[in-house]
């Protein structure tokens, strides 16, 4: 197995994802910041926290296809929310729950970041989905 992902004893739990991940292949896959657009830059679920995490989601693991991954090969997920406050927590966590079944997102999540940000590159940006991954 490429990647083990582990969480040490000792460690803060309960969170949903990982504190360590172990990559031992020798190629890395960067998936640079994925939105909620289709394929022709046409916004999805506008307003939407859930939904548009949910197709950040699809769209990284797009990125990560074209390079011959999957998220068991993710040593790292960075997630950008617009305005974060904890109350978003739920709205946020239904966003993966809706895809995690449909892409074989592990859970526990790889080792993951939630950086909450004043805006993203588009008003209409909520979230966008960073991912790094290591192959054979």
Do not use: C, K
């Not at 582990?6 to 896959?29: C, D, K």
């Not at 548009?52 to 074209?66: C, D, E, I, K, S």
């Not at 592990?106 to 940006?125: H, K, N, Q, T």
């Amino acid at each position: 197995m490429t990647v083990q992902l582990l969480t040490p004893e000792g460690m803060f739990q309960p969170v949903p994802y990982h504190h360590v991940a172990i990559g031992t292949g020798s190629r890395q896959v960067h998936v640079a910041g994925q939105i909620s657009r289709d394929a022709q830059g046409t916004p999805l679920a506008p307003g939407d926290l859930t939904g548009q995490l949910a197709h950040a989601l699809r769209n990284t693991a797009r990125g990560l296809a074209g390079a011959g991954a999957t998220f068991d090969d993710v040593v790292r997920l960075r997630f950008f929310v617009v305005g974060w406050q904890p109350d978003q927590m739920g709205a946020f966590m239904a966003g993966i729950d809706e895809v995690a079944d449909e892409l074989a997102i592990p859970r526990p999540l790889p080792p993951a970041s939630l950086i909450g940000v004043d805006y993203l590159f588009e008003p209409d940006v909520l979230v966008e989905v960073e991912a790094s991954a290591v192959l054979d």
